[in-house]
Every structure is written in C-alpha cells, then in structure tokens.
C-alpha cells in the first residue's frame, strides 16, 4: 500500500484545515487508517484512527472534539478534519495504514507511512 498526503500548510491559530491520504495498492477498506504527527524535537505522536469500516474513531486528548476522521472507501482516501487549530499543532503529518484487527495507537502498530504533510500553526 502507498500512502499520499495532502493538505498541510501555514493557518493562524483559530482556523482549519482538511488533511487527505490516498491510498494505492489493496482492498482500502481492509486497512485501519492512522493520523499521527511529529512536531520538532519531538517523538511522533497519535493524532487519530478509524477503522476498516470508519464506524470507529479514536482521538488523542489532545485533539478531542477539535478534529475528526473520516474515511471514504469509494475514493481510498482518509481525511483528517482540523479545526479551532492552536500552535502546538505544528507539526508534520503522517497518513498510515494497518492491517489488522485491532485499532492501534502506537506507530509500531501501522505497516504503511506516507511521506507526510507539514501543518504550520500561527499565532
């Protein structure tokens, strides 16, 4: 599976953006789709995941009730939607795939990586 990320760019503090991975390669709808991010001096963090079907959602609580994933298997695209964003959002962002049965929340727990897209918050 290929991932590729779009999106990212520089938004002041309070507005939003809309993140897209386009998958390539197998059934997209068999994969768990991962958001996780990596800010400067930092390790790479969760963001946020769906599953196979996109009935299940998980967020970090850093991001809870501010961004929302959603998914639309027709496309084989993941979305990561960013609002009320704050500086400390900054960082690059990574799209990732997983086959397996259980929604993850550790990078060790996804197969696939994007390249990543940098999301710039200013303010």
């Known amino acids: 599976v290929q991932l590729q990320a779009s999106g990212g760019g520089l938004v002041q503090a309070g507005g939003s953006l809309r993140l897209s991975c386009v998958a390539f390669?197998?059934?997209?709808?068999?994969?768990?789709m991962g958001w996780f991010r990596q800010a400067p001096g930092k390790e790479r963090e969760f963001v946020a995941a769906?599953?196979?079907?996109?009935?299940?959602?998980y967020y970090a609580d850093s991001v809870k009730g501010r961004f929302g994933i959603s998914r639309d298997n027709g496309k084989n695209t993941v979305y990561l939607q960013m609002n009320s964003l704050k500086a400390e959002d900054t960082a690059i962002y990574y799209c990732?795939?997983?086959?397996?049965?259980?929604?993850?929340?550790?990078?060790?727990?996804?197969?696939?990586w994007g390249q990543g897209t940098l999301v710039t918050v200013s303010s």
């Open positions: 390669g197998r059934t997209f709808s068999s994969y768990n």
């Open positions: 990732t795939a997983a086959f397996r049965l259980r929604v993850g929340k550790a990078p060790n727990e996804y197969d696939y």
């Open positions: 769906t599953s196979g079907s996109g009935g299940s959602t």
